[in-house]
């Protein structure tokens, strides 16, 4: 595997990121214009329109956040067999302050599909992957403890 040097320092340290890692949350990026990623979120969205949005008139804001409370108590009802089999949710640190000066720590994560050259893309640096890897999907892995480096791996690749 190939690895991909990054362009500078502020590349890939926006406000999101330095949120996520100051709270211990990995950040993990899903490849651009590939839906399948995203389809979970995009298939809720898609359903509190059709369900609470478009379905009824909101004279008031009020109105409107009771029947999306409404309706996502439904939602939650129908799905609180797998809701109770999810990990616990850990409470919110009640003396946290973002830092946006604190050196970056921790891991970020990229998933790429290559090309059909078997490149891909990070942190808008082209690598190669590996020429027999047309259209697959790859993960880069930025440990901000050791390296500034994105490291190529396949999906199932362990570490």
Do not use: Y
Not at 9 to 16: F, I
Not at 130 to 140: E, G, K, N, S, T
Request: aromatic share 6%; proline share 8%; with cysteine.
């Amino acid at each position: 595997m190939g690895t991909i040097a990054r362009r500078g320092p502020n590349e890939c340290n926006g406000r999101v990121i330095r949120l996520c890692l100051s709270l211990g949350v990995t950040p993990v990026f899903a490849p651009p214009n590939e839906t399948g990623f995203q389809a979970a979120i995009e298939s809720f969205n898609g359903l509190w329109q059709a369900k609470v949005w478009q379905r009824f008139e909101h004279p008031r804001l009020s109105r409107l956040r009771q029947r999306s409370d409404d309706d996502l108590a439904a939602l939650r009802q129908r799905r609180a067999v797998r809701i109770s089999e999810a990990p616990s949710r850990r409470p919110f640190p009640s003396h946290w302050k973002l830092d946006l000066q604190a050196p970056l720590r921790g891991r970020i994560f990229f998933l790429r599909r290559t090309t059909d050259t078997g490149h891909a893309t990070i942190l808008g640096l082209s690598s190669l992957v590996d020429r027999q890897w047309p259209h697959r999907l790859v993960r880069a892995e930025v440990d901000l403890d050791h390296s500034s480096h994105p490291i190529l791996r396949s999906p199932t690749t362990t570490t």
